[in-house]
């Protein structure tokens, strides 16, 4: 009988570990400005196009509706967002960056570069690209609706 290989020895695991390191050294950097990983990810939709519906970002952030509720009544308690009614449909709302949430922009930003700088430090300028471009092609077979350019 053929013994099916590790599961240590796929490349999935070794993503999975990568992932899980990341997202703690991110973690790390946001808790300096009192964000929650996974909170900037909501900022950065609400930076690009601000007055969003909680379904719109859920599809954004490719997460259940639920979860974005839970995350939008946190960055409310905070003050970084606001949800206001939907003035072409009163059975749902809008959310809003306050001037405290369109704040954090560049401080997040920043924290991301340091994060990223780390992970990547062993890499040279030509590794970092063809990493960038392996793992678009990654995402790509996975969530085919997303381009790979």
Partial sequence: MIQAPSIRDTTGFALAKVCKAHRG????????????????????ELWETDGL?????????????PTVTKMLRRLEKCGLVERRQNPEDARSSVVYLTDKGR?????VAR???EAEERTL???????????H?????MRGNLDPGVTTG
Wanted: net charge negative.
């Fill in 25 to 44: 050294n991110v973690a790390r950097c946001l808790a300096e400005i009192g964000l929650h990983v996974g909170q900037e990810m909501v900022l950065a």
């Fill in 53 to 65: 519906r909680g379904g719109e970002l859920a599809a954004r952030l490719n997460v259940e509706p």
């Fill in 103 to 107: 704040a954090l922009q560049e401080p």
């Fill in 111 to 113: 924290l991301w570069q």
């Fill in 121 to 131: 430090a062993s890499l040279n300028t030509a590794d970092r690209e063809t990493l």
């Fill in 133 to 137: 471009h392996l793992l678009a092609k």
